[in-house]
């Protein structure tokens, strides 16, 4: 399946539902951000990038994390749907400011913000 048939699977569910009238901005983004916190969660205590990925090697956390995953793609493709953003148009666009912002010559291998980099 490729991303279109996926969002066209989600818009099927959610009109045969007839919870389009939930689904507005606002709603929506607080659904992506409430189940992004909920992946969060799954690595809240963990003290280092080490400890962090030891939780993906737990058969049952990586399945939760994998679900929390879907969630926040279920409503980001769902906004996406029904506001009529082309998401790969985005992501390209979005991409492509970062490349700018980000010079591979100034940022390799350092994980300050950009603003660090304009000077």
């Not at 809240?44 to 737990?58: G, I």
């Not at 666009?93 to 390799?108: D, G, T």
């Amino acid at each position: 399946m490729n991303i279109k048939e996926v969002s066209k699977n989600i818009a099927d569910f959610i009109k045969d539902r007839d919870w389009e009238q939930f689904h507005s901005p606002k709603n929506i983004s607080m659904s992506i951000a409430i189940e992004a916190a909920e992946l969060m969660e799954h690595f809240q205590w963990a003290n280092s990038a080490l400890e962090s990925r030891a939780v993906l090697k737990d058969p049952k956390k990586r399945q939760e994390i994998e679900d929390e995953i879907a969630d926040i793609a279920i409503y980001l493709l769902d906004f996406c749907n029904l506001y009529k953003i082309d998401l790969e148009k985005a992501i390209t666009e979005k991409l492509q400011k970062n490349i700018r912002k980000y010079p591979v010559e100034k940022v390799r291998g350092k994980s300050d913000k950009y603003t660090a980099y304009s000077e």
